[in-house]
């Protein structure tokens, strides 16, 4: 999934103990040494490599056990940066609207925390986590009895079939694409199968979807899908009402059916969430409604959601962030007083920023290889929560994957932490470009703007003549993400959508799935690399395929070089003092938010 440009990131299927990773006093080196804290956060990072488990219908059934001291009532007090790009639940793969789906969206599976690291996928509308048959090929749903829409229309498997075929249609550009890859085609090609996305006569055929009854639902593939209940798991694949779509419009207007629904939405300003009446506790085993509601003030930058929070008085004390995370500049103070630390959660995330070179306009891989050697890691990390919110980052692969390499360093960024310009601009001279323009984007928010500085600084030094160009935060990757973005190189974020390196490496470098919308920013598409993803997806041994990916991710980096790692991310928020249930999610990198409630 897609990092959230202002600071933090999304929702993958992994496991992390809540509250485990220990932040240590120490202060970010400013890139010149080590930091003391790496071998400890990177020991909890292998937390997250474990596989989730399975639950079955009595796991599934609700109500979410009770909470310890939980009380109703009260609103919670929620300040972030930017606007959500989406709310249709077709269109979200970024971070900060996965958060808020598991407030007002539901899917047939969700995700089960137990608070000590493991995850178990239940069913959320379904009544278990699917029923497999002839080998994984196959997977049943059952519909629970009593789940509505926030209108009070029943949910059939009708809204079901109509979710998926939805996600076929032109203007859904932006989600997840592997259930409709898996059902009818790889790459793009899967659009062919339903052109209008369901809106016609036509309907993908029973031999792939089936809904016999307006209670189940069957899936049909061509080959084992094990994956099957973390995918439908993913904020891109909850329902959407048959009677309620509004296509294009209902982006910005959207029928709940969680625990939540949207009262008032103020474009760029603020957002009001309050109960949803037709929500029913019986149908839900992992999500609370303790509080009345969540207001969302906008254009909060992580510092002033600091400050407010740190200073724990009036509104912030019922006050938590979202997707912002404590500012580099107060982590001190925050780690030192006492009574603010103890109202922190804090976690190892599992996203990788990366700088990515557009190989439709930068061909040469010398010029690529140049711009990997002026990089400066430790100082975009520095300026990015610093010690507290990342550490510098050797290849493309996170360490919450199975099969990290942690020594994996093609560019010698574990030990020149600041980039080699020197290297760098020798590199550019050899390839003839000395003085090369380059369109360098970024998003408009503190941090992005902050690291175009130190960026521009070192492709200068490295002979390069940058051009930079400011985007809105808030429409980041639907800018980015154009084919024919006009862009030489632009940061994004990426992080698992599951613990397998086959959401990582495929989603973001096979040259079969380019379009627009697509994650394969660098628009990368080598068939070498195409092929291997082909074939490493279909090896059923995990131990094996995590081999092979590791490989490919090897040849992708050093061959090919079409993105520059730079640094992995963590996560650290402060809440206030009257709020109560907060743990960090592993599933969301964030506070979680199903759980909150008002001590008083």
Sequence with gaps: MKLLTSRRARAAMVALAAGSLVLTGCSDDGGSGKNDAKTVDKNKAAEQQA?????????????????????????????????????????????????????????????????????????????????????????????????KDANGNPITSADIRHSVERLYATFITDGPTYLQQWLSGEGTTYRKALPDGGFGDKHLPDSVLETPDDKTIVFKFDKPRPDLPQTLAMAGYAVVPEKTDTKEKYDTKPVATGPYKIAEYKRGKSIKLVKNDQWDPKTDSVRHAYV???????????????????????????????????????????????AAKKRTIEGFQPYVWQLNMNMDRIKDKKIRDAIAMAVPNAQFQSVDGGAYGGEVA?????????????????????????GDPAAAKKMLEEAGKVGMKLTYAYANTPIRQQQSVILEAALTKAGFDVQKKELDGATWYEQVGKVDNKLDIYMTGWGQ?????????????????????SSNYTHLNDPKVNSEIKRIGA???????????????????????????????????????????ARYSSTTSYIDVTRLFLKK
């Excluded at 001291?69 to 970024?94: E, F, N």
């Excluded at 008085?313 to 019922?318: D, F, M, P, S, V």
Aim: glycine letters at 14%.
């Design 497 to 517: 959508d599951w613990s397998s390196p086959s959401t990582v490496i495929p989603p973001s470098f096979d040259g079969t799935q380019i379009q627009d919308g």
């Design 51 to 147: 596989g989730v488990q399975f639950g079955d219908a009595a796991a599934s059934t609700g109500p979410a056990e009770e909470l310890e001291g939980a009380k109703p009532g009260g609103t919670i007090a929620v300040r972030m940066q930017d606007d959500l790009s989406h709310l249709d639940p077709g269109q979200i793969y970024v971070s900060d609207a996965g958060l808020l789906s598991r407030l007002i969206h539901r899917g047939l599976t969700q995700n089960q925390e137990d608070g000590k690291g493991g995850v178990t996928v239940v069913g959320d509308l379904a009544t278990d986590s699917g029923k497999p048959s002839e080998g994984g090929k196959v997977w049943t749903y059952t519909l629970k009895d009593g789940v």
């Design 539 to 581: 090896i059923t041994d995990p131990e094996k395929a995590t081999e092979e990916w590791n490989k490919l991710h090897h040849y992708i980096v050093e061959e090919i070089n079409p993105a520059v790692p730079i640094y992995y991310t963590k996560q650290f928020q402060i809440y206030g003092s009257n709020v109560g249930g």
């Design 394 to 418: 050797g290849g493309l692969l996170a360490p919450t994957l199975p099969g990290f390499e942690a020594d994996y360093d093609p560019f010698g960024k574990l030990k020149k932490r600041n």
């Design 292 to 338: 009345d509601g969540f207001d969302f003030t906008l254009n909060h930058d992580d510092k002033s959601q600091t400050e407010w929070l740190l200073a724990d008085r009036g509104e912030a004390k019922n006050g938590i962030q979202f997707t912002g995370a404590v500012d580099a500049t107060l982590a001190k103070q925050v780690i030192g007083d006492p």
